[in-house]
């Protein structure tokens, strides 16, 4: 469901504007993550606060040869080379 065209436009994209209010990265029903909250305000301060330590910070390397874990439970890039 995460890469659905009839959910998500141009689910290949990577598009931080997107109105993404059905995605199921934190699980859906009973078992829906109790983090959620916690995890949101994480990266809400986070992220802003990287980019502001170091804001040179930048992929050393072009997105092609990236690993992804296509093969496990929890989604995300095996290594993630960057500079700064
Ligand atoms: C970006 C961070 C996180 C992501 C993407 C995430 C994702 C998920 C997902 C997909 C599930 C559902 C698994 C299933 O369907 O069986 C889940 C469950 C759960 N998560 Fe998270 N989680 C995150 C952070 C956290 C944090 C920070 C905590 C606690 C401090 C937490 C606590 C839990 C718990 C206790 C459950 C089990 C809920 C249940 O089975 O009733 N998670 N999480």
């Given at each position: 469901m995460y890469r659905d065209p009839?959910?998500?436009?141009?689910p290949d994209l990577l598009d931080l504007q997107r109105n993404a209010r059905l995605h199921v990265s934190f699980g859906?029903?009973?078992?829906?993550?109790l983090g959620q909250p916690l995890a949101r305000m994480e990266l809400q301060v986070?992220?802003?606060?990287l980019l502001r330590?170091?804001?040179t910070l930048a992929l050393?390397?072009?997105v092609e040869p990236i690993p992804f874990k296509h093969d496990g439970f929890?989604?995300?890039?095996?290594?993630?080379?960057?500079?700064w």
């Amino acid at each position: 469901m995460y890469r659905d065209p009839s959910v998500f436009p141009d689910p290949d994209l990577l598009d931080l504007q997107r109105n993404a209010r059905l995605h199921v990265s934190f699980g859906y029903g009973v078992h829906q993550c109790l983090g959620q909250p916690l995890a949101r305000m994480e990266l809400q301060v986070a992220y802003p606060a990287l980019l502001r330590r170091i804001p040179t910070l930048a992929l050393a390397t072009e997105v092609e040869p990236i690993p992804f874990k296509h093969d496990g439970f929890v989604y995300g890039a095996y290594e993630l080379p960057v500079t700064w």
